[in-house]
């Protein structure tokens, strides 16, 4: 069946890089875009960024930037995202969620998403 | 605050129907942008519940349907049952942020 299987969980120290898989399987893996979204302890959801299919083009949200990097190994059919400069407000959870295709370069929904990956950070 | 405005909480007892509204602006909802709804269980990661305002992806029950208008947007779900109780996220695309958005999440109860 579909799924995405991301990670485990980190425990890193502020100013430090945390790196997150998520593992595809039971698609064509090249041919959806990849989102990255988070979800901090009782908080809403929050889009970081994507990474589009066949170029591989990323986008980032401003809050993120200079911050985060999303990779594609299409090899192994796993999508990375890094953030960098880790501070205590990123202590959230994680996910990737697969990007449900439309005509409009906007009206896009995520359709398919991993298991999550907390990512905690304290000194 | 959230670009899209949600209830905290709605409730409702079994059997019956509840909506949750999703209020947006004119740079979103009201720009002629599709709302999506996710489903999020405690302790689970969200679920893909309805697209395009208000399209059901397969195995989606057709107890759940949408509707948009202008800057607003709803999720309906009648027969409520128990298994329902869970965390609704409205989202869509802000063009003056340049970003998908989501909605500050509803939690509904079933009584």
């Known amino acids: 069946q579909v799924q995405l299987v991301q990670s485990g969980a980190e425990v890193k120290k502020p100013g430090a890089s945390v790196k997150v898989s998520c593992k595809a399987s039971g698609y064509t893996f090249s041919r959806y875009a990849m989102h990255w979204v988070r979800q901090a302890p009782g908080q809403r959801l929050e889009w970081m960024g994507w990474?589009?299919?066949?170029?591989?083009?990323?986008k980032y949200a401003q809050k993120f930037q200079g911050r985060v990097t999303i990779t594609r190994d299409t090899s192994a059919s796993t999508d990375y995202m890094e953030l960098s400069s880790l501070r205590s407000e990123d202590t959230a959870v994680y996910y990737c969620?697969?990007?449900?295709?439309?005509?409009?370069?906007?009206?896009?929904?995520?359709?398919?998403w991993g298991q999550g990956t907390m990512v905690s950070v304290s000194s | 605050q959230s670009v899209l405005t949600q209830p905290p909480s709605v409730s409702g007892a079994p059997g019956q129907r509840v909506t949750i509204s999703c209020t947006g602006s004119?740079?979103?909802?009201?720009?002629?942008?599709?709302v999506h709804w996710y489903q999020q269980l405690p302790g689970t990661a969200p679920k893909f519940l309805m697209y395009g305002n208000n399209n059901r992806p397969s195995g989606v029950p057709d107890r759940f349907s949408g509707s948009k208008s202008d800057t607003s947007a709803s999720l309906a779900i009648t027969g409520l049952q128990a298994e329902d109780e869970a965390d609704y996220y409205c989202q869509s695309y802000d063009s003056r942020l340049g970003v998908w958005v989501f909605g500050g999440g509803t939690k509904l109860t079933v009584l």
């Open positions: 969620a697969r990007d449900r295709p439309s005509g409009s370069d906007y009206d896009r929904a995520f359709d398919i």
């Open positions: 004119s740079s979103n909802l009201g720009a002629g942008y599709d």
């Open positions: 990474i589009t299919a066949g170029n591989d083009n990323t």
